[in-house]
């Protein structure tokens, strides 16, 4: 499996997310400059990933300049025939206005920007401590969206507390039903607020984005030491 990672103008993580998959989940990486179009070299068992930053510097709306870049149509393509495709924060965004992910990410509810270390937790009641940065990360949909992505069981990570309570205290930006991050119905497109990839080292003291790469590329990093 490879790795292909978009780097639009704004683009703030890009390297962040190469450090982590290549030094920490020893992965096989490739950058790729946003006016690329070729992603021939990319098969449907590779992923490419959008990572996170202020593409285009937000100044129409967040990721809705990025998705009109020459290298999304041959992203959607790529997806379109079951490539793998990864949204960090502003690449989530990104995947939201690009429409390969339902629903829209708004201004957080007290209006202003977060960083800080949050809990999510998944399906199967694992809980992992993992950061966030973000001024637009309230996750937002219609009901009907919402009860399909609960149905479909496409709810990938929801805020919750230290202890796995998921409250809306624990939500730090307002997404509704603490949304943290969603799939699509084949599982091969994933977009999350939380930033894993700054969780990976160590040398961060933390290493459950580790642990949040392994749920989403199981088959490929099983032999990745946690």
Not at 116 to 127: A, C, S, Y
Not at 138 to 156: F, G, M, P, S, W
Request: glycine share 10%; aromatic share 10%.
């Amino acid at each position: 499996m490879k790795f292909g990672i978009v780097v639009f103008p704004g683009s703030n993580c890009d390297r962040d997310i190469y450090d982590a998959l290549v030094y920490d989940l020893k992965q096989d990486v490739t950058m790729l400059w946003h006016k690329e179009k070729d992603l021939s070299a990319f098969t449907p068992d590779d992923c490419i990933v959008l990572p996170g930053g202020f593409s285009y510097g937000d100044y129409l709306r967040t990721g809705a300049i990025a998705r009109f870049s020459p290298i999304m149509q041959s992203v959607v393509d790529f997806a379109a025939k079951g490539g793998k495709v990864l949204g960090i924060c502003n690449g989530f965004q990104i995947l939201c206005e690009t429409h390969l992910l339902p629903g829209v990410l708004l201004r957080n509810n007290n209006q202003q920007y977060i960083c800080k270390n949050v809990f999510i937790k998944n399906n199967k009641g694992e809980i992992f401590k993992i950061p966030i940065a973000h001024g637009e990360g309230r996750y937002y949909a219609t009901e009907d969206i919402l009860d399909q992505l609960e149905a479909n069981q496409q709810i990938l990570f929801r805020y919750c507390d230290e202890v796995g309570k998921i409250v809306p205290e624990a939500n730090p930006n307002g997404s509704a039903r603490n949304i943290a991050g969603i799939c699509n119905k084949d599982r091969t497109i994933f977009g999350m607020m939380p930033h894993p990839e700054r969780a990976c080292s160590p040398v961060l003291g933390n290493t459950d984005g580790k642990k949040i790469f392994k749920i989403l590329f199981d088959k490929v990093m099983e032999e990745v030491p946690g």
